[in-house]
């Protein structure tokens, strides 16, 4: 049975970076590529970035620059996220490919890029 897991992902203030990982399980022949997309509230999932085995990986315009993906010789990839962006806060999932026939989709990991609610303070004398 095809599976793949997403690690990584959290919560993050404007200009950090998180890294997201993928692993693939269960795919009898070799997987020739694997892919992050990333679908905000209220919006349509889109590609981040992919990379295959046989050209060179590609990015969305909105992150390229920021973010970096890698796929060692087993079945697992990165995404290195850097200078992240309130739009960047997505749920981000990976998708990997055997061929034409053979494709799995994590569940996804969350990713929050806020300032965060603050804290009031109170200042008395």
């Known amino acids: 049975q095809l599976h793949v897991a997403e690690s990584g992902g959290g919560f993050v203030q404007p200009g950090g970076s998180l890294r997201l990982s993928c692993a693939a399980f269960?795919?009898?022949?070799?997987?020739?590529?694997m892919a992050w997309y990333r679908q905000a509230p209220g919006k349509e999932r889109e590609m981040v970035a992919r990379?295959?085995?046989?050209?060179?990986a590609v990015y969305a315009d909105s992150v390229k620059g920021r973010f970096h993906t890698s796929k060692d010789n087993t079945n697992t990839a990165d995404l290195f996220m850097n200078n992240l962006k309130p739009e960047d806060t997505a749920v981000y999932y990976c998708?990997?490919?055997?061929?034409?026939?053979?494709?799995?989709w994590g569940e996804g990991a969350k990713v929050t890029v806020s300032w965060g609610q603050g804290t009031q303070v109170t200042a008395s004398s």
């Open positions: 998708n990997a490919r055997s061929g034409a026939l053979y494709s799995a």
């Open positions: 990379i295959s085995t046989t050209s060179p």
């Open positions: 269960g795919f009898t022949f070799p997987i020739n590529s």
